[in-house]
């Protein structure tokens, strides 16, 4: 359901991991932080900086989010980055630890998966789930067309909700 709830929070966080993605889809870093005070963030935060290679809008907005921490860790912004997510990995390593404050929205995906004898049939970006009597409608978020399950062929079914806070701009923690 990429919900977008609208409270957005500043807190202080520490990160924990920067991990290079390279996948036939994306190409980046995955960032992971921690929140410095346990009361304030009990969902993960996390933050991807698309680094694909090719000047796209993705790419322009990932580095930047990229270099952006990298000034606010007060490291040195020089190199190529697009298409080069192991070197911003490690050039971001020696920071892993530090305490930066983060401005963070929440979000939410639902994911619906039926099982029938034939198989699995996964649905991510779920934004409905309805039945009647002979069916399952399965509606999902953006330009797509809804998905009917016939309830005589599902065996079992599940419907999961996954929570984050997505991290929207990265800030020195304060002195």
Known sequence: MLAEMRSTRRILAVLERALAVREPDRCGVAL???ASLR?????????????????????????ARLLRLLREARLSTNGEWLGEPEAAARRLASVIGREFRLEVVPRSRVHFEAFTEDGAIAVADVSEVSADESAFLVRRVGAHPPLRLERSQVVRRRTTLERWLEVKSVARKPA
């Open 32 to 34: 992971a932080y921690r």
């Open 39 to 63: 009361s304030k963030a009990d969902l993960p935060i996390l933050d991807f900086a698309d680094l694909r290679p090719g000047g796209d809008v993705g790419s322009a907005l990932g580095l």
